[in-house]
Structures are given as C-alpha cells and as structure tokens.
C-alpha cells in the first residue's frame, strides 16, 4: 500500500515542498562562510610580481639552444644524432 497514493496527498507533499524550497532561499545568510571575509591568504605583491613577470614573457617561446634534439614532435624532423 503507497503512502501518497490520492490527489489530495500528492498536492500536500507538493505544496510543502515549494514551502520548503521557498524559505530555503529567502533563509537570513548570518553565516557568510569563510571565503567572503577576512585575510583570504593571498601574498597580493607576490601574485602582483608574478602577473608582471608573465606579461613581460616573450610571446614567442623558443626551445633552449644549448639542447638542440630535445624540442621535436609531430611535424618536426627528429634530429639526426640520435636513434
């Protein structure tokens, strides 16, 4: 025998369930977690430094010449001294 099995109780469950979902969002947030205030960790100059470091790169990267057969792949010639 199903507990909801008539019309009446399926609108009863239906209707506690919007009730529920509806206080759910409208809920006061006193807690705001503990990413949405306070020190977050985060060394700003470092992470400022970094950021200048990255925009000064060369936008063209070249593989190191001091080893010529390291940088191949599909499409490029493998290098000739080794097997």
Not at 34 to 58: C, N
Request: glycine fraction near 10%; charged fraction near 35%.
């Amino acid at each position: 025998m199903p507990v909801i099995s008539g019309a009446v109780e399926v609108l009863l469950v239906s209707a506690t369930l919007v009730v529920a979902v509806a206080l759910w969002f409208r809920r006061d947030r006193r807690h705001p977690g503990p990413r949405l205030h306070g020190s977050d960790g985060i060394d700003r100059e470092e992470l400022e430094a970094a950021e200048r470091e990255v925009r000064e790169l060369d936008g063209s990267p070249r593989p190191e010449d001091e080893r010529p057969g390291d940088d191949w792949g599909p499409g490029t010639v493998r290098p000739q001294g080794r097997s």
